[in-house]
T-cell receptor
Framework: AQSVTQPDIHITVSEGASLELRCNYSYGATPYLFWYVQSPGQGLQLLLKYFSGDTLVQGIKGFEAEFKRSQSSFNLRKPSVHWSDAAEYFCAVAPGGATNKLIFGTGTLLAVQP | NAGVTQTPKFQVLKTGQSMTLQCAQDMNHNSMYWYRQDPGMGLRLIYYSASEGTTDKGEVPNGYNVSRLNKREFSLRLESAAPSQTSVYFC??????????????FGPGTRLLVL
């Protein structure tokens, strides 16, 4: 079945440490790929997106993500986490480029320790 | 620009009551969406509208109706609320941005509790 998997439900990192959040998808063709962040009690904010071309994409707030076709992955990274990054992160996939049919992962909740 | 706005922010209903969730966008987007968010399940699409006057079912449309009132506004109606509809509801709209592809932008959400 087609799906988007975020294998880590909850991650805790220390402030200043590096971060990698995993996202895998199972669709035949290369989809469009997105990462959103949701702060407590807030809506979803777009961090970055991949449509085609350079497989390393830069987003807001110092985040980046790398598309790896061979691994069907689109992992989100940040070299140094700040306390304000504590939030829930969602990977989303538009299969076949159908952006009206976004499929969301179940989210990864990030906690940041002082 | 306010982006995507939703009203109300919070609502408590009794089983069987009806209500309408309102959504408006000021980005001149053609497409609008309603999602629900439940713990451990991510966001699931309820309905979407590709343009004014058109609506289509998403993954979980049962128990809901929608109206695309005009290009700016897209409402979600619960005719007879059930406890299973307790959730956080997000409206989104999409338009072509950087990269030449459509991207969805979300409102702040409506938290609904059905007793």
């Amino acid at each position: 079945a087609q799906s988007v998997t975020q294998p880590d439900i909850h991650i805790t990192v220390s402030e200043g440490a590096s971060l990698e959040l995993r996202c895998n998808y199972s669709y035949g063709a290369t989809p469009y790929l997105f990462w959103y962040v949701q702060s407590p009690g807030q809506g979803l904010q777009l961090l970055l997106k991949y449509f085609s071309g350079d497989t390393l994409v830069q987003g807001i707030k110092g985040f980046e993500a790398e598309f790896k076709r061979s691994q069907s992955s689109f992992n989100l990274r940040k070299p140094s986490v700040h306390w304000s990054d504590a939030a829930e992160y969602f990977c989303a996939v538009a299969p076949g480029g159908a952006t009206n049919k976004l499929i969301f992962g179940t989210g990864t909740l990030l906690a940041v320790q002082p | 620009n306010a982006g995507v706005t939703q009203t109300p922010k919070f609502q408590v209903l009794k089983t069987g009551q009806s209500m309408t969730l309102q959504c408006a966008q000021d980005m001149n987007h053609n497409s609008m969406y309603w999602y629900r968010q439940d713990p451990g399940m991510g966001l699931r699409l309820i309905y979407y509208s590709a343009s004014e006057g058109t609506t289509d079912k998403g993954e979980v449309p049962n128990g809901y109706n929608v109206s695309r009132l005009n290009k700016r506004e897209f409402s979600l109606r619960l005719e007879s609320a059930a406890p299973s509809q307790t959730s956080v509801y997000f409206c989104a709209s999409s338009g072509v941005g950087t990269g030449g592809r459509e991207t969805q932008y979300f409102g702040p959400g409506t938290r609904l509790l059905v007793l």
